[in-house]
């Protein structure tokens, strides 16, 4: 596989469940992001990693719980969501921290 | 601050003619821009870039921006739109901390046969 791939495409979970996205790189890139995009909203930033670290929160509930094994996977860990929570959530990696990126398919996350 | 404003929720061009795309920023320093673009259900494709050098850059699919220092201004342009070209537009800007990128709320494109 090429690029930049998100595992699962769709979740449908309840708010007392706990599941994990998982976003895989294949470019060699050494910075990673998970961004939440919802309707009629901007772009929303939520973690950045650079060589396995984490460089960024950006003020995101504890409900959501990245982690960064190696450079090439990123995972974002949800428990106890909420329904506003329910959004595209993409992954994108870049070849350093605040250069282009690029971006997986997304999850489309759907919490009832 | 650090923004990017892009003022247009939606451009509508017929096919053949030139698009506009609008973009302005405002970021201390020399900025690194980009844009990107959106197809429904998909991720964000990287378009092209602008970080130092020639002010008009090209890109993707025929895709080029002008840089405007004077005028902050990024604007994405193509000679000749296609219907293919419909989708979402995002502009961006590198943030004063050099490890995100800021994007702006996005443009839609609609090209009409």
């Known amino acids: 596989e090429t690029g930049v791939t998100q595992t699962p495409r769709h979740l449908v979970m309840g708010m007392t469940n706990k599941k994990s996205l998982k976003c895989e790189q294949h470019?060699?890139?050494?910075?990673m992001y998970w961004y939440k995009q919802s309707a009629k909203k901007p772009l929303e930033l939520m973690f950045v990693y650079s060589l396995e670290e984490r460089v960024e929160n950006n003020s995101v509930p504890s409900r959501f719980s990245p982690e960064c094994p190696n450079s090439s996977h990123l995972f974002l860990h949800l428990h106890t969501l909420q329904p506003e929570d329910s959004a595209l959530y993409l992954c994108?990696?870049?070849?350093?921290?605040?250069?282009?990126?690029?971006f997986g398919p997304g999850t489309r996350l759907t919490v009832t | 601050a650090q923004s990017v404003a892009q003022p247009e929720d939606q451009v509508n061009v017929a096919e053949g003619n030139p698009l506009t795309v609008k973009c302005t920023y405002s970021v201390s320093g020399n900025p690194y821009l980009f844009w990107y673009v959106q197809y429904p259900n998909r991720g964000l494709q990287f378009l092209l870039k602008y970080i130092t050098g020639d002010n008009l850059v090209k890109g993707s699919y025929g895709f080029e921006a002008e840089f405007n220092k004077s005028q902050t201004s990024f604007h994405l342009k193509k000679p000749s739109a296609l219907v293919s070209d419909s989708a979402l537009y995002f502009c961006?800007?590198?943030?004063?901390?050099?490890?995100?990128?800021?994007f702006g709320k996005g443009t839609t494109l609609s090209v009409s046969s």
């Open positions: 961006a800007v590198r943030d004063q901390t050099g490890t995100a990128l800021i």
């Open positions: 994108a990696s870049s070849q350093e921290a605040g250069y282009e990126q690029y």
């Open positions: 470019l060699g890139h050494n910075a």
